[in-house]
């Protein structure tokens, strides 16, 4: 588990599915992307909720706005959120992608709290913030 620390993800790594069509929605993207953690005033870490009623377009929003700064992240990975079985799934994905030799031999588990610790590490600070045990 320890090793999370030592794997670097290769660039470009992502399971993004592809956009459907998509129309409009301007404003709303450029809102997104000053409150998600990659406007200059943001943190890398942070998160942005979409919120909205049923079917109005909120998980498209949030796949056009991935795949238009795709190129701007290491690692893009959409995790489905319809459960914490489908949660524990797309992390555990990343775990196989990143780190194929160990989680391939891991469990569901196991997997998704690697890729939760990798994740976190990754982030800005992470790995220094570990080498100064916090
Ligand atoms: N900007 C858009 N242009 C064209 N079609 C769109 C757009 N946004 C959403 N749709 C279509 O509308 C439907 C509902 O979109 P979506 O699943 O993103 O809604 P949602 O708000 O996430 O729904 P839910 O509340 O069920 O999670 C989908 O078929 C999607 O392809
Ligand atoms: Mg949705």
Do not use: C, Y
């Not at 998600?36 to 942070?46: L, N, V």
């Amino acid at each position: 588990m320890n090793s999370a620390r030592d794997v670097q993800a290769p660039p470009g790594l992502t399971n993004l599915p592809p956009l459907p069509l998509f129309l409009g929605r301007a404003d709303a993207l450029d809102h997104l992307h000053g409150t998600s953690g990659e406007g200059p005033e943001q943190r890398a870490s942070g998160a942005t909720v979409i919120h909205g009623l049923g079917g109005v377009g909120k998980s498209t929003l949030a796949l056009a706005h991935a795949h238009r700064h795709l190129r701007d992240h290491t690692v893009v990975w959409w995790i489905t959120a319809a459960s914490s079985a489908h949660i524990e799934r797309s992390l555990g994905e990343l775990a196989l992608h990143l780190f194929p030799a160990w989680a391939g031999s891991a469990s569901a588990e196991e997997r998704a709290a690697w890729a939760t610790t990798w994740r976190a590490l990754s982030l800005p600070g992470g790995r220094s913030a570990e080498s100064r045990g916090l």
